[in-house]
């Protein structure tokens, strides 16, 4: 049985404790002192002794209340501990004072591909590929920055948390240093956790609002491709949403537990994208980081690479891009050693690549290893059904985000989004309903509330009846906005057009309201 005896403080209380434990003829196994409290182990302890055992306990000045314990503290810390140490997915060593291992985790040894006691018969220096990295950290009183190290020829990111002794009673001061806890992460888990934080959202198609036909013949198409593991390129104008459709994509895809990391080219010069793509070694350049960096390709290993506006990519990089298309390996700056990850390239652009191509401004061959699969993203204009159920999104998003009621738009408010062209296309109307959520104290939105900024309505816009019934506002905008133009534009092609949008929307529009009036 295991017990804890409250016990007021003072010399030798212990030691008369266990007399009286002694006396009765019970062997003891485990003792932990922690004042007040002592915590004794012994099996031959039956319940039936407790009543006795505490009346001669009481004969011992000090002594209070004994308890029965499921397990000794020091025992269910170590329990946790290991049980802890068990479950981390990363590699750890725990190191005393002269750089020797003390205690390893399962990942640890896996990495290492030795036994947990076999580690801890071995100094850092014999398990790290990097010679001086124990001597250093004892120079400097295990008190070293993030480096990349090499275990078993794999590289990881070194993470040192010092062990120190507390100064006198108080524990949050601490001594001198007595050795050294060190968490290894290989590039891959780096990948994921920055993954999981900048898409703590989740990812799916359910996510890419819109119900136009336009938007639900792409949602088909897009499932299709993305169950594909093949290069694909989605193109599309400015601030349609590019990037959500690669997300949605790689989160319905095979790899949809992986990484999705993106890099924006048209951001970076050319040797700053390379170092982000396929990272550097050690000294590689002025400036590089201290034992290395791991690029995208590593940390997304067995995941997906989005290069948003590929056409902005140089040519050195291309051919790079290219290499790595053909067989998955790659070098970082500054190595000679060959890397093979597994990634799936998902690339997008608003350019034309194609006459790109033509101008020698981007690689023929490229463009055919990253145009194997291929999405085209809609303009805004092009599906105006899609309009105010994404405003109201927004609205919502952004009242939540300013902390006010969720605000609604009027007639002539709604009749303003729909008319307006979007240049900038959803990105666009996520800055004016911002803008209006955020300028504006009413609860109902007016055109008036909306600041287009340097966009502006492009569309001839006509006005309407106010009404606040919704169908009936925007039909008979639409009717007003066709039947006022229809006589300079008199063709569903010429109308389209005008009004930048496509064909087949404009005729269904005219039929619907029956434009131009049969005679």
């Given at each position: 049985m295991r017990i804890n005896i409250q016990f007021k403080d003072r010399v030798g209380i212990a030691h008369e404790i266990l007399a009286v434990l002694a006396r009765r003829g019970l062997?003891?196994?485990?003792?932990?002192?922690?004042?007040?409290?002592?915590?004794?182990?012994?099996?031959?302890?039956?319940?039936?002794?407790?009543?006795?055992?505490?009346?001669?306990?009481?004969s011992v000045r000090g002594v209070g209340e004994i308890k029965v314990l499921d397990v000794l503290p020091g025992i269910r810390r170590r329990l946790n501990l290991d049980t802890m140490m068990a479950v981390m997915e990363d590699p750890v060593l725990a190191i005393d004072a002269s750089g020797h291992i003390v205690i390893a985790n399962a990942a640890a040894a896996s990495a290492t591909r030795l036994s947990e006691a076999a580690l801890c018969q071995q100094s850092l220096n014999q398990v790290l590929d990097d010679a001086g990295i124990q001597e250093e950290l004892i120079s400097c009183a295990f008190r070293l920055p993030s480096r990349e190290v090499s275990l078993n020829g794999e590289p990881y990111f070194m993470d040192v948390t010092p062990v120190s002794e507390p100064q006198g009673m108080d524990l949050a001061q601490h001594g001198r240093s007595v050795g050294a806890v060190l968490t290894f992460h290989a590039p891959t888990r780096i990948g994921g956790r920055l993954h999981a934080l900048q898409h703590s959202e989740g990812s799916g198609f359910h996510f890419i609002i819109g119900e136009s036909e336009q938007i639900r013949a792409l949602k088909t198409r897009a499932a299709r491709v993305a169950v594909v593991d093949a290069p694909l390129l989605i193109t599309g104008e400015t601030g349609t949403g590019k990037e959500l459709l690669a997300q949605a994509c790689h989160g319905v895809s095979g790899r949809s537990n992986a990484p999705f990391l993106e890099l924006n080219c048209a951001a970076l010069p050319e040797s700053l994208a390379e170092s982000e793509l396929f990272g550097y070694m050690s000294g590689a350049f002025t400036g590089a980081q201290?034992?290395?960096?791991?690029?995208?390709?590593?940390?997304?290993?067995?995941?997906?690479?989005?290069?948003?506006?590929?056409?902005?990519?140089?040519?050195?990089?291309?051919?790079?891009?290219?290499?790595?298309?053909?067989?998955?390996?790659?070098?970082?700056?500054?190595?000679?050693?060959?890397?093979?990850?597994?990634?799936?390239?998902?690339?997008?652009?608003?350019?034309?690549?194609?006459?790109?191509?033509?101008?020698?401004?981007?690689?023929?061959?490229?463009?055919?290893?990253?145009?194997?699969?291929?999405?085209?993203?809609?303009?805004?204009?092009?599906?105006?059904?899609?309009?105010?159920?994404?405003?109201?999104?927004?609205?919502?998003r952004a009242c939540t985000q300013a902390q006010k009621p969720v605000c609604r738009l009027n007639a002539a408010a709604c009749a303003a989004l729909v008319s307006n062209h979007w240049p900038g296309n959803v990105r666009q109307l996520q800055n004016v309903v911002f803008r209006a959520i955020t300028m504006s104290d009413q609860r109902v939105l007016d055109a008036a509330d909306l600041d287009w900024a340097e966009g502006s309505i492009t569309a001839d816009v006509v006005k309407t009846d106010a009404t606040e019934n919704w169908d009936l506002s925007i039909s008979a905008f639409e009717r007003n906005l066709l039947e006022t133009l229809y006589p300079q534009y008199p063709s569903s092609r010429k109308l389209a057009a005008r009004l930048d949008t496509s064909h087949s929307m404009i005729a269904t529009k005219l039929r619907k309201y029956g434009i131009p009036q049969k005679r």
């Open positions: 062997n003891v196994v485990a003792v932990e002192v922690d004042p007040p409290h002592i915590y004794i182990d012994s099996p031959e302890l039956l319940e039936f002794m407790l009543p006795s055992l505490q009346a001669d306990c009481q201290r034992g290395g960096k791991p690029g995208l390709f590593e940390m997304a290993d067995g995941g997906t690479v989005f290069l948003d506006e590929i056409g902005e990519m140089s040519l050195y990089l291309q051919a790079k891009l290219l290499r790595f298309l053909n067989d998955g390996k790659f070098r970082r700056i500054g190595s000679d050693k060959e890397v093979k990850v597994d990634v799936r390239i998902v690339s997008a652009t608003h350019r034309n690549l194609r006459k790109m191509v033509q101008e020698g401004s981007f690689r023929e061959d490229l463009f055919y290893r990253l145009n194997v699969l291929h999405l085209e993203m809609p303009a805004l204009r092009e599906r105006p059904d899609d309009i105010l159920p994404l405003a109201r999104h927004f609205i919502e």
